[in-house]
């Protein structure tokens, strides 16, 4: 009887170390099928929504689908090697990395979504007003875009992988996208979206004017040229604000001449030859809204973070109603991760970041500094990411910014720089 009963406890004893082993067995199977994030194609099968149609194909790619794809567990079926359904906790998959975690040998079909953009959100709507009006609420569920209002606009906000890209001036992808030409003329970036469905645009690569890159805010600088108070050199009294907005004329004191270049008179952008697309009251001057500019006078140091620079800017008693303006401090910082571009480390990352196509220069803001040292100055941003102030007489880069209409509407694209947003 001794000897059953040890027979017994030894049999025990195999079984256990054998279930161990099966186990930390296929433990290790699993680890092998997700090392360095490639794909055993003996153990997953995979659909993906590439374009964001709803219609599920088959994945031939060698790592995860990407950050802009999202594990669709309602479609996901994952089995063991007796074919009976696994639970789909086993699974998980986030930053381009999918985890199985599982004590058995498992067989996994995948299907992955895609992160609505947000001409997927919008592009069955009648126009852009429309859709904010009906999906606003949900807004939150796009790719990059601020789940909740952040200065007045759900906004972009990330790296330089936001896919935010957006022609304007044809209606052609092919047109806007073909050569470098092309992307300086036609290719913006949004901001973000109002309430009421108007897309804030800034223009991806800087104004150019034969040859010129940078322009003067106004060719006064001191004091006394600007009066005591700096109001004769704000904002809509400014020669840039007047080159932008195609008001300079003969008539127009702000800017008399027709000079060209960077301390010229001409029009720079509205009104400008090699902007022919707004010129003559054109269908696409059309689409642009008459915005209200705030402006006015900050002596505090301009680095915040986002909300704290959108709280001085807005409440400026100041405004101008035009078609194009600058961005403000606050649009600047809002479009950093987190809406903070921090000590800088992270400049050359941001998608709004001018200084990846022209680091050699600061880029002029909306938002006046004041009178410091009897000169008047203006914030700008640097290469460094954050804000200082120029004086209005130095040269700096500019790219417009202005509202198109809450009646634009946006066709079905994923936002990318291959495949940008086209205006219909």
């Not at 600061?362 to 914030?379: D, F, H, L, N, P």
Request: glycine letters at 8%; charged letters at 20%.
């Amino acid at each position: 009887m001794k000897k059953i009963i040890i027979g017994v406890l030894v049999l025990i004893e195999v079984f256990s170390l054998y279930m161990m082993y099966q186990i930390n067995n296929n433990k290790f199977l699993n680890e092998v099928n997700i090392k360095d994030n490639k794909i055993n194609k003996n153990t997953f099968a995979i659909y993906w929504d590439e374009n964001g149609t709803g219609k599920y194909t088959e994945y031939t790619g060698s790592s995860w689908p990407g950050e802009r794809f999202v594990l669709d567990l309602n479609n996901t079926k994952c089995m063991n090697e007796k074919g009976e359904k696994l639970n789909n906790n086993i699974l998980s998959y986030s930053d381009n990395s999918l985890t199985l975690t599982s004590n058995y040998t498992a067989y996994c079909t995948l299907y992955f979504e895609r992160i609505p953009s947000l001409g997927t959100f919008c592009s069955e709507e009648v126009n852009m007003g429309t859709c904010m009006n009906n999906k606003k609420e949900t807004i939150g569920s796009l790719d990059n875009i601020t789940s909740t209002l952040v200065g007045g606009m759900y906004r972009y906000q990330g790296t330089d992988n936001v896919n935010n890209w957006i022609c304007f001036g044809t209606l052609t992808k092919e047109e806007c996208t073909k050569d470098d030409n092309s992307i300086d003329k036609y290719m913006y970036r949004i901001i973000g979206v109002t309430p009421e469905g108007e897309l804030a645009l800034i223009k991806e690569t800087v104004i150019k004017e034969c040859g010129s890159k940078a322009f003067k805010w106004e060719n006064k600088y001191t004091e006394n040229d600007c009066g005591k108070d700096g109001s004769l050199c704000t904002w809509p009294l400014s020669k840039l604000y007047n080159r932008l907005n195609g008001l300079c004329k003969s008539d127009n004191l702000n800017c008399t001449g027709t000079k060209s270049g960077f301390d010229g008179d001409t029009n720079i952008f509205i009104g400008n030859s090699y902007y022919e697309y707004l010129n003559n009251n054109s269908e696409w001057l059309k689409k642009i809204s008459d915005h209200d500019w705030k402006y006015g006078d900050t002596t505090s140091n301009g680095n915040y973070n986002g909300d704290t620079i959108y709280s001085i800017e807005n409440a400026f008693k100041d405004n101008v109603t035009a078609k194009i303006g600058l961005q403000y401090i606050h649009d600047y910082y809002y479009a950093y991760p987190n809406g903070n571009p921090g000590d800088g480390n992270t400049a050359t990352n941001a998608w709004i970041y001018y200084g990846k196509n022209e680091r050699s220069y600061t880029e002029w803001m909306i938002s006046k500094y004041g009178i410091s040292y009897g000169t008047v100055r203006v914030w700008h941003a640097e290469s460094s990411s954050v804000s200082y102030s120029s004086q209005i007489n130095n040269n700096n880069v500019v790219r417009p910014v202005f509202y198109l209409t809450s009646s634009v509407k946006i066709n079905n694209a994923s936002g990318t720089k291959d495949d940008p947003y086209i205006i219909s």
